[in-house]
């Protein structure tokens, strides 16, 4: 429905009372349409216009006052935004803030938008959101696309210090919808990435740590150790645990370095932190070096994108054992070196020096003095290394812990494997004969294939590898050791109540014919754990 401009408001209200009617153009000479008329605006004009004028001369009044509203609450704005104390306020916030007006020329900008952005008020105020843009200080702009869709709007924009922000942009209309001023708030990514790989660094260094308390938690005391060997040996490491003094422990492999380094942690100042272990040997150069002292972000190919913390750094305040230290590096061991000495390290790839405080002990089954004269091994290092050297006897000179680390093995495997097996007293007697070449990791094995392979509940002799039989068919005295009177009586003991019990079955049999009671007999084999 039109009227033309020059039409009385009667015209209008006639037209409104056929209910089908919601809207009015009114149209000027030319029959273009200079403004619209709903049932509001002529409550409104009802209320407040001179009803004598034509609808042309009303709609120019309605928009002269719109205009005179408009530019009341726009200076009502400006005396705002050019307040001290409206400026104190934003220049308090951390995020940044960063206000055009309804033109798209910037008004205002908080210290914290400096700040992120590196760029000054003066580069900004006063000019064109389309100026910012072309002089490369942003990559686009909220305010536009706010004037344009006439909404709220968030986007990501890329300054021109290389940091990426997060900018909501929210419009302020004035009382005829007019865009007035668009209010930015600006928010550093760079600065949230950087807040939130701290706090997963965090994380993460506490994992590790909890891993390395679950993988090495502290047990009752071990049993094995009951030699006049490891008993001397024990009171000297206790002594030295709760000093900071580097240990470096010598022995054969599988004589159990790990457990004896351990066992220094626990009885340390140090135990409540982390026990890591790195086997020097068994990695190449490059990854050794990563493990142990970590990474920066893209040091080298195939590196994680965020880096990696080296063992050094989750051992901090705790204890590292490196195994096999005569393996490592010469280029490796002049930076070991110094972090005994300074308790300080860069990363691979870092300029950062991180300080630590990390108790090393070090182990080796090769003879260090002789890396040493051949030059496969720093002098410094191994003197550096060798304050305390401890040499762990092998499985051969202390076979009196044979029974008990059996026992103990037995245990763990029937545990993780849900069996419940026991092994008679003389499947044990082969053991002592035997030279254990690989050690206690040579007896650990042999009793977890026992435990997995055998079929009955009760492991004999029977179940025993050939080769460890054989090793019975030695000479009489040929690698038999001087030991006390009290211990050659108690295998001597074991020995005859085992071929009796093979022989007779039974107990009471067996007490018969050695001349001794049956409970005697059956005291014997329950301490021996027949």
């Given at each position: 429905?039109?009227?033309?401009?020059?039409?009385?408001?009667?015209?209008?209200?006639?037209?409104?009372?056929?209910?089908?009617?919601?809207?009015?153009?009114?149209?000027?000479?030319?029959?273009?349409?200079?403004?619209?008329?709903?049932i509001e605006n002529m409550?409104?004009?009802?209320?407040?216009?001179?009803?004598?004028?034509?609808?042309?001369?009303?709609?120019?009044?309605?928009?002269?006052?719109?205009?005179?509203?408009?530019?009341k609450i726009d200076h009502q704005y400006s005396e705002i935004l050019d307040s001290p104390i409206f400026t104190d306020i934003i220049n308090s916030l951390h995020d940044g803030v960063f206000?055009?007006?309804?033109?798209?020329?910037?008004?205002?900008?908080?210290?914290?938008?400096?700040?992120?952005?590196?760029?000054?008020?003066?580069?900004?105020i006063g000019y064109h959101m389309d100026d910012v843009i072309n002089a490369g200080y942003i990559s686009k702009s909220a305010s536009l696309q706010v004037l344009k869709e006439e909404r709220p709007v968030t986007l990501m924009q890329k300054i021109a210090n290389g940091r990426n922000i997060i900018v909501s942009g929210t419009p302020i209309f004035s009382n005829n919808g007019e865009i007035l001023y668009v209010i930015n708030s600006v928010r550093d990514i760079t600065e949230l990435l950087e807040l939130k790989h701290q706090v997963e660094d965090l994380q993460e260094l506490k994992n590790l740590r909890q891993s390395s308390k679950e993988a090495y938690s502290k047990t009752e005391e071990s049993p094995f150790y009951v030699s006049d060997k490891m008993k001397?040996?024990?009171?000297?490491?206790?002594?030295?645990?709760?000093?900071?003094?580097?240990?470096l422990m010598h022995g054969e492999t599988g004589v159990g370095k790990t457990m004896i380094a351990?066992?220094?942690?626990?009885?340390?100042n140090r135990s409540s932190n982390s026990f890591l272990e790195l086997n020097c040997g068994a990695l190449p150069t490059n990854l050794i070096e990563a493990e142990l002292f970590g990474y920066e972000a893209g040091a080298f190919t195939g590196a994680l994108s965020r880096g990696k913390k080296g063992l050094l750094e989750v051992a901090d305040h705790g204890t590292l054992f490196l195994d096999e230290i005569g393996d490592l590096p010469l280029e490796l061991?002049?930076?070991?070196?110094?972090?005994?000495?300074?308790?300080?390290?860069?990363?691979?790839?870092?300029?950062?020096?991180?300080?630590?405080?990390?108790?090393?002990?070090?182990?080796?089954?090769?003879?260090?003095?002789?890396?040493?004269?051949?030059?496969?091994?720093?002098?410094d290092l191994?003197?550096?290394?060798?304050?305390?050297?401890?040499?762990?006897?092998?499985?051969?000179?202390?076979?009196?812990?044979?029974?008990a680390m059996t026992e103990h093995f037995l245990q763990e495997y029937n545990a993780t494997y849900g069996f419940d097996k026991t092994i008679t007293l003389d499947a044990i007697d082969a053991f002592y004969d035997f030279e254990w070449p690989g050690n206690i990791r040579e007896l650990k094995n042999l009793i977890e294939q026992l435990v997995v392979t055998t079929t009955e509940d009760h492991i004999t002799r029977d179940d025993l590898p050939e080769e460890l039989l054989q090793s019975r068919n030695h000479a009489p005295g040929e690698h038999d050791d001087i030991i006390p009177l009290k211990q050659a009586i108690e295998q001597v003991e074991r020995t005859m109540i085992t071929k009796a019990m093979r022989k007779y079955k039974t107990t009471r049999k067996v007490a018969e014919v050695l001349e001794v009671s049956q409970s005697t007999i059956v005291q014997k084999m329950k301490k021996w754990g027949e």
């Amino acid at each position: 429905m039109q009227l033309h401009k020059n039409a009385h408001i009667s015209r209008a209200i006639e037209q409104f009372s056929d209910s089908t009617v919601e809207m009015i153009e009114v149209v000027d000479d030319q029959g273009e349409v200079i403004g619209t008329l709903s049932i509001e605006n002529m409550r409104e004009i009802l209320d407040s216009e001179d009803l004598s004028q034509s609808l042309g001369d009303i709609l120019q009044a309605q928009l002269r006052r719109n205009k005179e509203g408009t530019n009341k609450i726009d200076h009502q704005y400006s005396e705002i935004l050019d307040s001290p104390i409206f400026t104190d306020i934003i220049n308090s916030l951390h995020d940044g803030v960063f206000i055009t007006n309804g033109d798209g020329v910037t008004v205002k900008v908080n210290k914290a938008y400096e700040r992120i952005t590196d760029l000054k008020a003066e580069q900004l105020i006063g000019y064109h959101m389309d100026d910012v843009i072309n002089a490369g200080y942003i990559s686009k702009s909220a305010s536009l696309q706010v004037l344009k869709e006439e909404r709220p709007v968030t986007l990501m924009q890329k300054i021109a210090n290389g940091r990426n922000i997060i900018v909501s942009g929210t419009p302020i209309f004035s009382n005829n919808g007019e865009i007035l001023y668009v209010i930015n708030s600006v928010r550093d990514i760079t600065e949230l990435l950087e807040l939130k790989h701290q706090v997963e660094d965090l994380q993460e260094l506490k994992n590790l740590r909890q891993s390395s308390k679950e993988a090495y938690s502290k047990t009752e005391e071990s049993p094995f150790y009951v030699s006049d060997k490891m008993k001397n040996l024990l009171s000297i490491i206790e002594r030295v645990a709760k000093t900071d003094a580097q240990i470096l422990m010598h022995g054969e492999t599988g004589v159990g370095k790990t457990m004896i380094a351990k066992h220094v942690h626990e009885k340390s100042n140090r135990s409540s932190n982390s026990f890591l272990e790195l086997n020097c040997g068994a990695l190449p150069t490059n990854l050794i070096e990563a493990e142990l002292f970590g990474y920066e972000a893209g040091a080298f190919t195939g590196a994680l994108s965020r880096g990696k913390k080296g063992l050094l750094e989750v051992a901090d305040h705790g204890t590292l054992f490196l195994d096999e230290i005569g393996d490592l590096p010469l280029e490796l061991q002049v930076k070991l070196l110094k972090v005994i000495e300074d308790q300080a390290f860069y990363p691979v790839g870092s300029s950062k020096l991180k300080h630590i405080d990390v108790r090393i002990i070090a182990a080796s089954h090769k003879n260090l003095k002789q890396l040493v004269k051949t030059g496969d091994f720093r002098e410094d290092l191994y003197y550096r290394l060798n304050v305390v050297p401890i040499h762990i006897p092998p499985l051969r000179e202390r076979k009196k812990e044979i029974h008990a680390m059996t026992e103990h093995f037995l245990q763990e495997y029937n545990a993780t494997y849900g069996f419940d097996k026991t092994i008679t007293l003389d499947a044990i007697d082969a053991f002592y004969d035997f030279e254990w070449p690989g050690n206690i990791r040579e007896l650990k094995n042999l009793i977890e294939q026992l435990v997995v392979t055998t079929t009955e509940d009760h492991i004999t002799r029977d179940d025993l590898p050939e080769e460890l039989l054989q090793s019975r068919n030695h000479a009489p005295g040929e690698h038999d050791d001087i030991i006390p009177l009290k211990q050659a009586i108690e295998q001597v003991e074991r020995t005859m109540i085992t071929k009796a019990m093979r022989k007779y079955k039974t107990t009471r049999k067996v007490a018969e014919v050695l001349e001794v009671s049956q409970s005697t007999i059956v005291q014997k084999m329950k301490k021996w754990g027949e």
